[in-house]
């Protein structure tokens, strides 16, 4: 065993403190920063000044003398040598004399040599003589034997005494029982600098604040690393850590009080505790200092680190470092990292490394491994093992999963079987697995619980599903209830839902007057900016009617620009107006090939334009063969004209 601290000290603690701590490397390195109560003399300074043969020479020579204080400060340094049989003779001598340093020293020997008993026995009489370290070790000697009201007397004693080690370990044994005194000795711990009981407490006063604000029965959120052509998520989201309210009120005030102490453990060292303050500074948008922590802790093997730091690298453009770092953290087997990687290559194209490494974030425990493995596998037409990763994934509990694999089902005609992977998709969040459900009872024309599925999705964001429910608000009269919807879904970048909004916003227009010479163009209408948003977006209705209301302001180059767009995109009422538009300007003979297009697509005004346009050059047959075309195609006024127009056409014809 490697003893670590102030020469001063003697040896309080053995190896069952190592045995019984969390971490055990972190629990060696905790016991070096407690400075013992009972060394019977201070040899710090002389350690400074003199070699150690010097120090042990001088020490021997007082303890053949008889001095008590020597011959327990040389038993601890051959005990802290590792030479027990050196040891124990000074050790005992001391103790015999009353010294209580020596007697938990003697304590720590014969429990390194597997008296554990007879080890108590001794810690048992330096603790009674005031011995807080003694009484630590006999409190987790009685721990380790189960014997628990044993514990919590000797390790309350310890702690009452100041010893942060014994205050942590009462705290360990507190918490265990639920016992809410855990958190003041926790916090006693912490205060003389343990670590982990500063990276604990932190742990609790985070809690405490998340559950504050979510309700306590939710937890942190985890996003997955989405598999090919998705976007994978950074940091504390990407690694499952939860990130506590910023301040404003009492849960504020606790989520600053657990920064404050993971700060503290931070900078002692602790690993986990440097993630979750980077994961604090990076949801602060403090980036630069959060890659610092994140940088620390994976140096110090920290896997959730080196993921975190690789997603910010990533995101700041540097995608090479980040693979890097990636690599580092799936090696230590951060299944999330091998996802990260996954996606990477998927990317590239390299789609046999992808596929390795999800198998690798699989093998890590990671559910998102089988998902990704399904996403690649559909990517590439392997419908079968798409499946199959998909559905291992959804019975593991991955809700996209279980969308995903009912989606496949039900293009492969199985809607029954794709019906209860999308409600249990739905049930457990998935927004789109709402949608869907809608989608599938909408085909049964069930439109009640269509929509009792479209509105739950659209309360929860999803554009599409917030159109649906906006149409049937429509459909059912509800326009206020169909307008909140469909700006929803507009805001949310949905064309039809834009051009569907303008509609409600233009019905409520009053008629404009009419025009005054010299009056001020008039400003665009909220209507015709979502008619221009949704025309943008290639509605062609939209940019239809766009074009109508630059033209109602006499704008006809914007006009023409819209009608021009929607026409060449296929929209015959696009055609038609830029036929009526070029036509005005004295362009007939293009408005001409515009009014073909339309009449051809099956535009019923445009055929009667063009039989009036052949009528008045003397085309006389062409001009009937519109005038059919116009009336086969309608409406009823167009068509009656057309009849009326035919006839005359005729009886020129036959005169």
Known sequence: MVFMGDRATLLET???????????????????????????????????????????????????????????????????RGDLDGAEPYLRGATAEGDRAAANNLGVLLHQRGYADEAAGWWRVAAVAGSAPAAHALGRHHRERGDEPAAEYWLRQAAEQGHALGAYALADLLEHRSDVGAERWLRAAAEQGHREAAYRLALALERRATETTRGPHETGTRLRVPGAGAIAPSGAAATGTAVPPQPGGEPAGAAAEAEQWFRQAAARGHRRAAFHLGAILEHRGELKEAGRWYLSSAKEGEAKAACALAFLLRDAGDEESAAVWWLRAAQDGDGNAANALGALHAARGEQQTAERWYRAAMDAGDVNGAYNLGLLCAAQDRIPQAEQWYRRAAYAGHREAANALAVLLLQAGDAN??????SKAAEAGSVDAAFNLGILHAGRDDDRTALVWYERAAAAGHTEAALQVGIAALRDGDEQTAERHLRCAAGGGSAEAAFRLASVLDARRPEPGPAVLGAPREEKSECEEWYERAAQQGHRRAQVRVGMLAAGRGDLAEADRWYREAAEAGSRNGAFNLGLLLAREGSEREAALWWTRAAR????????????????????????????????????????????????LHQELTA
Do not use: K, Y
Request: include cysteine.
């Open 14 to 80: 053995g190896r069952f403190v190592q045995r019984h701590a969390r971490n055990a490397a972190d629990e060696i390195i905790e016991a070096a920063a407690v400075r013992a109560v009972d060394a019977a003399v201070d040899t710090t300074a002389e350690t400074d000044a003199e070699n150690e043969t010097e120090t042990e020479a001088r020490h021997r020579r007082a303890a053949e003398r008889g001095d008590v204080a020597s011959m327990s400060a040389l038993g601890a340094l051959l005990l802290r």
């Open 417 to 422: 079987g794709a019906e209860p992977w999308f």
């Open 601 to 648: 697509a099956g535009h019923g005004r445009a055929a009667l334009r063009l039989a009036l346009l052949a009528a008045r050059r003397g085309e006389l047959t062409e001009g009937r063969r519109w005038c059919d075309r116009a009336v086969e195609l309608g409406p009823a006024e167009v068509a009656e004209r057309a009849a009326r127009l035919s006839d005359a």
